[in-house]
């Protein structure tokens, strides 16, 4: 296996540590395609670490994993699953952490589904770039140094899954992509940042949070989850049509939770049959339960048998909802944990 070795001196009395890094591919991974003139993942996770000649003061020993190259966008659930599973393995193996290098299109999803799965103390650092290494300073450098530091650090023992760009430390569970080019596209809005990454150390702001973790066995085929998204004007006919392709639904409502009237007995009859989780669409707050009682609202949905989501994103929603059903759980247990999840 290869192996990317930094100082082995003690310093200030620190143990050395040994951090696992998994490469997925993504912008922080490209280089340019003489056939098109455009970016593609090509290097390797050796490629990636030798571009950032700081590491070698640091007190870790790396162990570097090739995983994928793929665009963050052509990561599917069977990937995450093997990652889940490797990432274990290396933690089994001695790690004291793991950094998972991949595009920032889909972060805060495979972020949060390793966050579920990961039932140990070690952190799960993941990071990306917003700018690739052809372009004028480029940040995936910066980035895996920062990362690195992150999952050596002591203090992130239990915090499961977090990401980090731009010397932020995010918690899985509230991150966001809330800008297309900005370097500084991640945030977490209901929460804010952890802590943040400085002079070597990490820095966390408070306490770490509680968090759900599912990682019974997936032991189902890979459910159908959809995400169906209200709009204005929208009558159902499409969200009656994909009730019925799937194992279970996410509705990304309007605001505090509410839907067209049109939808809800259309929501109603999925309800008896799959579950189907009432988040929002906006990102930012809960969905309620008690204060609006007309045809629609979240009050008269939940009566209808609908799971309240709580704070969790739509995204994320979807996510804990796919691993419940892989895991083979019926609709009554999957509410007790989005009770839990989505506080």
Known sequence: MPRCRGSTERRAGLETRTIAIFSLGGTIAMTTDPATGGVVPALSAQELLDAVPALRELNVNLKVHDFRRLPGASLGFDDLRALAAAIADAFRE????AVVTQGTDTIEESAYLLDLLHAGDQPIVVTGAMRNPTQPGADGPANIHAAV??????????????????????AARAVRKSHTTSPAAFTSPTSGPLGLVYEGRVHLHGPLAARVVVSRQLTQPIPRVGLYTGTLGDDGTLLARMAEECDGIVMAAFGVGHVPQSFVEILERTASRIPVVLASRIGNGPVLQATYSFPGSEKDLLGRGLIRGGHLDAYKSRLLL????????????IAD??????Q
């Not at 001695?94 to 952490?97: A, P, S």
């Not at 944990?337 to 989505?342: D, N, S, T």
């Open 322 to 333: 796919y691993v419940l059903l892989a895991q083979g759980r019926k609709t009554a247990e």
């Open 149 to 170: 530091i992150t999952a050596a650090a002591p203090e992130l023992n239990g915090a499961g899954a977090v990401v980090v760009l731009g010397d932020e430390i995010h």
């Open 94 to 97: 001695g790690c004291d952490g």
């Open 337 to 342: 944990i989005f009770l839990a999840a989505g």
